[in-house]
């Protein structure tokens, strides 16, 4: 999105007033009926402020709306248009994009547009469990089963009977696990850990994943059986770079969402600050936007939004800058100033538990010698080894003698 073009308007603190012009006038084309009468109804819900997120198509009145996503990009209105073809299914649905997209939320709108929506949306994020636990939570476990299990533990899969499984990261499930979900797919049945009785469930398993399970096949790190069995409703959640038409609308809805809880009023928000938001490629994607977004209320109390533009070219995980250093930094010099810091940080003990040496994992002698070549002196012991202090200013004693 160009300025050259667009004239950013800021008016009432709704969606709208984040909106280019020409954005607006691609939601109102998008809105025109048959005749080409836009809906004066959904004109004013525009307008008012009020809620833009079930604006995603032409669906048919009394659908149910999806909520928390927002967008009216052709790449998100394809996105909606296969899961609404997939929801009245009970077909397994693998859902795959990059971090921060969304995809949590794809899988809860499959769930409400399901008939299974009244029944359970159980989620489990299998990063997120320790691998000797994963199959305790999925499947369950009696009582004795291992060392702390005191009581009788019901699983997801057991939970979400009737309903939805949702499994985020499915790419981290052990290959040791992995044959005892692929026959929760097939046949529907499974053991709790410590018991010999067969359990069935009728839950849909929605699965989710960042990784590229097709590689993880090649490599032998991903049961290609399982892969298959996952991959039969492949759903692919395009990164923000790819829908940048929704940017203006989930930056609005961002900024409401965190004033509201923050007590601030925004009457607008500033034409660079939405071009550099615009024209970001967002790594980070959705998460990342939302993440900034709350620096950017937290930093500026109003009336006019404004984001530090330094957070937006920060492509990777930034470390704190300690030595402000305007030019690139060699290797060695890069090691100096990390011995520095650490040294500082233990007040100069070198050896011992809590020393530098143990905090660099090396030896106290390697450390010593590190010091030795680098020319890292402990302030007010530079006279001991002849170095220059550098509290001290410089001189040529020649020139006094002259």
């Not at 305790?136 to 476990?141: A, V």
């Not at 009737?162 to 979900?181: N, R, S, V, W, Y």
């Not at 615009?278 to 939302?290: A, F, K, S, T, V």
């Amino acid at each position: 999105m160009s300025s050259n073009h667009d004239s950013w308007i800021g008016v009432g603190g709704d969606e709208s007033s984040c909106m280019s012009n020409s954005l607006l006038e691609y939601l109102g084309d998008e809105g025109r009926g048959p005749a080409g009468e836009y809906g004066h109804a959904e004109t004013a819900r525009m307008k008012d402020g009020l809620s833009l997120e079930c604006l995603f198509d032409d669906g048919a009145a009394g659908e149910p709306s999806l909520d928390g996503i927002i967008g009216r990009s052709s790449a998100l209105r394809s996105v909606l248009r296969e899961i609404r073809m997939v929801a009245p299914t009970d077909s397994t649905v693998l859902i795959y994009g990059e971090t921060g997209t969304g995809k949590e939320l794809i899988a809860r709108a499959i769930h409400e547009l399901s008939s299974r929506r009244k029944s359970a949306f159980v989620k489990l994020n299998c990063a997120a469990i320790p691998t000797g636990l994963l199959e305790s939570e999925l499947f369950g476990h009696e009582r004795g089963a291992f060392t702390g299990a005191i009581s009788q533990r019901i699983g997801r899969f057991e939970v979400a009977n009737h309903g939805t499984a949702f499994l985020d990261e499915i790419g981290e499930i052990p290959l040791e696990l992995q044959p005892k979900l692929l026959r929760v797919l097939q046949e529907r049945e499974f053991e709790r850990l410590g018991s010999t009785r067969t359990l069935r469930t009728d839950a849909r398993l929605i699965a989710a994943t960042n990784c590229d399970l097709a590689a993880m096949v090649e490599e032998q790190r991903f049961r290609s059986d399982l892969f298959y069995r996952l991959n039969v409703f492949p759903v692919r959640v395009p990164p923000l770079r790819e829908r940048r038409e929704d940017i203006p609308l989930l930056v609005w809805h961002f900024v409401r969402q965190f004033a509201g809880r923050m007590k601030r009023d925004y009457e607008s928000i500033s034409p660079d600050t939405m071009k550099a938001l615009c024209e970001y490629d967002w790594p980070g994607n959705i998460r990342e936007l939302q993440n900034l977004i709350e620096r950017a209320v937290i930093l500026c109390p109003g009336p006019v939004l404004r984001v530090p533009f330094r957070d937006l070219h920060q492509r990777t995980i930034a470390m704190p800058n300690y030595g402000h250093t305007a030019q690139p930094q060699t290797l060695e010099e890069a090691e100096r100033a990390h011995i520095l810091r650490t040294l500082k940080e233990v007040r100069w003990v070198v050896g011992g538990p809590n020393g530098a040496a143990a905090r660099l994992g090396m030896n106290r002698s390697t450390l010593q010698f590190r010091m030795k070549k680098l020319g890292i002196v402990r302030p007010g012991r530079e006279d001991e080894i002849g170095l220059p202090s550098r509290s001290r200013v410089p001189f040529d004693l020649r020139s006094l003698a002259s």
